[in-house]
């Protein structure tokens, strides 16, 4: 995991810079010549260091999230090309002049959050930011961070970049939305005319765009793909949730297994699952602490009397007698997804029964009209 912010000076005047930043920014550290020194650096998070700066960038780079350098921009760019590696793993690079008159945004503006990081130091240092990123620029939707805020996942960046292109282009741009959060767009204006937003494929003629973005929890038919992802990407929200009820000792393995077929099965994405939901019974049952956690996904308990609250199609008095509750997987979901109602109701495979519920928000369109 990689460390927040780091400061970085090389100056007299940087140094003052960098010293304000840190009483200002969170979890950051500081880094600047031993000769500019001011005898409390042993008790705060601040490392001397000597000889040239780009020595200790490569470290810089494996480490933080995010790196500020009081430098001239030209240097910085020579400095940090030979480290460079993808957009997708390199840290946000925020230039500060040595007055502090501008903050600049220089690498991974979005995915790396050099943007946002930009304009929080010019906040600090009372500076002009400086983001020259088309889609921020222009106010527009950013390919690459459409639905980050509410844990969105990409499905593939190939197309990345001409889809992009397409949107800051003002060509013909259609959001193909099934499912997930609809309030993405907070800019103080009007969607741009030249992007067209839809719930279902069946709005969306193929012939009537040139790039889609597409965000769905299901997995897409063949010429749904055809149609719709030879210039798009795909977004995956996180708005299914999973009731599992299992015998006790179940093997992690099993439940994976039961899951990940059964996703399959409902044409569901496994990368659109939001979290697991079960009795408290469960709660520190191994297995299924395992799943959670291979997945990145929270567990959500519920007492007896919570599922009991739940109407249930078929309420079982067998789990009754070993629960408390006349079912687990059913009402778990339904409680932690907010649901009316089930896209699965239940599930019964082996030592492990699965409930599939999604979780509701209101129509896309709805919401921009």
């Not at 480490?63 to 500020?68: E, Q």
């Not at 069946?202 to 719709?228: C, I």
């Not at 009795?279 to 956690?293: F, N, R, Y």
């Not at 070993?322 to 009316?340: K, R």
Request: a negative charge.
């Amino acid at each position: 995991m990689k460390r927040p912010i780091a400061i970085v000076a090389i100056t007299k005047h940087g140094v003052q810079l960098a010293r304000r930043l840190l009483e200002q920014l969170d979890q950051a550290d500081v880094y600047y010549m031993d000769k500019f020194a001011h005898g409390d650096e042993a008790t705060r998070p601040i490392t001397l260091f000597q000889g040239s700066v780009k020595l200790i960038l490569p470290d810089l780079f494996r480490r933080y999230g995010g790196i500020v350098l009081l430098i001239s921009l030209g240097a910085v760019v020579r400095m940090i090309a030979p480290i460079l590696k993808d957009k997708k793993t390199d840290p946000a690079v925020v230039v500060v002049d040595d007055s502090g008159q501008f903050a600049i945004s220089v690498l991974s503006g979005h995915l790396g959050g050099a943007n946002e990081l930009t304009k929080q130091v010019a906040a600090c240092l009372g500076a002009t930011p400086v983001v020259t990123t088309a889609s921020d620029v222009q106010q527009t939707i950013a390919v690459d961070l459409f639905g980050r805020s509410f844990g969105w996942e990409i499905e593939s960046f190939a197309k990345a970049t001409p889809v992009s292109a397409a949107v800051v282009n003002e060509e013909r741009v259609v959001v193909v939305q099934e499912s997930g959060e609809p309030d993405w767009w907070t800019y103080d204006r009007p969607l741009p005319k030249h992007i067209r937003v839809v719930d279902s494929f069946t709005e969306a003629d193929p012939g009537s765009f040139d790039a889609a973005l597409v965000v769905t929890h299901r997995l897409l038919t063949e010429r749904e793909e055809q149609d719709y992802l030879h210039n798009g990407v795909l977004y995956r929200p996180k708005v299914l949730v999973l009731g599992i009820g299992c015998n006790k000792g179940t093997s992690p393995e099993e439940i994976e297994h039961v899951i990940v077929h059964t996703l399959n099965e409902q044409r569901c994405s496994i990368k659109s699952v939001r979290n697991v939901a079960t009795i408290d019974l469960k709660k520190e049952e191994p297995g299924l602490l395992a799943v959670c956690q291979k997945y990145g996904w929270s567990l959500d308990t519920y007492a007896p009397a919570e599922l009991n609250a739940v109407s249930l199609p078929e309420p079982s008095p067998t789990v009754y007698r070993y629960t408390g509750a006349y079912g687990v997987s059913e009402p778990a979901a339904l409680l932690s997804a907010g649901a009316a109602d089930w896209l699965l109701p239940k599930k019964k495979a082996g030592n492990v029964t699965i409930s599939i519920a999604q979780v509701p928000f209101p129509s896309v369109k709805e919401v921009m009209t």
